[in-house]
């Protein structure tokens, strides 16, 4: 990250385990990631509430970071849950048009899966 001023990551860990917060917290301590990473002042982030992209560069709060099971921010509270902050087409790039109207997203941030197939 220190070699990527300008770059921002986005890491949605699935967590099929269980896997709890801490351990995950831990990781993120352990490999530095800790000083990067975003916290929302509070959860869930409604759409117009997200930062840009350049003010997570410029506060250098660089990573954002999904949970997908056992998130509690209250313990944890850079590890959002997924679903609850996360709408995700059921649709890969190359059968955009079946896609929801984005217009028709108003509270979450929105995941659209890229496949290498389209």
């Given at each position: 990250?220190?070699?990527?001023?300008?770059?921002?990551?986005?890491?949605?860990?699935?967590?099929?385990?269980?896997?709890a917060?801490?351990?995950?917290?831990?990781?993120?301590?352990?490999?530095?990631?800790?000083?990067y990473?975003?916290?929302?002042?509070?959860?869930?982030?409604?759409?117009?509430?997200?930062?840009?992209?350049?003010?997570?560069?410029?506060?250098?709060?660089?990573?954002?970071?999904?949970?997908?099971?056992?998130?509690?921010?209250?313990?944890?509270?850079?590890?959002?849950?997924?679903?609850?902050?996360?709408?995700?087409?059921?649709?890969?790039?190359?059968?955009?048009?079946?896609?929801?109207?984005?217009?028709?997203?108003?509270?979450?941030?929105?995941?659209?899966?890229?496949?290498?197939?389209?």
């Amino acid at each position: 990250m220190d070699s990527n001023p300008n770059e921002v990551i986005t890491l949605l860990l699935v967590n099929s385990n269980g896997i709890a917060p801490s351990v995950w917290a831990q990781s993120y301590t352990d490999s530095g990631l800790s000083s990067y990473v975003y916290t929302p002042p509070s959860v869930p982030v409604a759409y117009n509430e997200w930062p840009t992209l350049q003010s997570l560069i410029s506060a250098n709060t660089r990573v954002v970071s999904f949970l997908a099971q056992q998130a509690d921010v209250s313990s944890v509270p850079y590890l959002l849950d997924e679903f609850t902050n996360i709408w995700e087409t059921p649709y890969d790039v190359s059968r955009r048009s079946r896609s929801q109207e984005l217009s028709e997203i108003n509270d979450s941030l929105l995941l659209l899966p890229l496949t290498g197939d389209g």
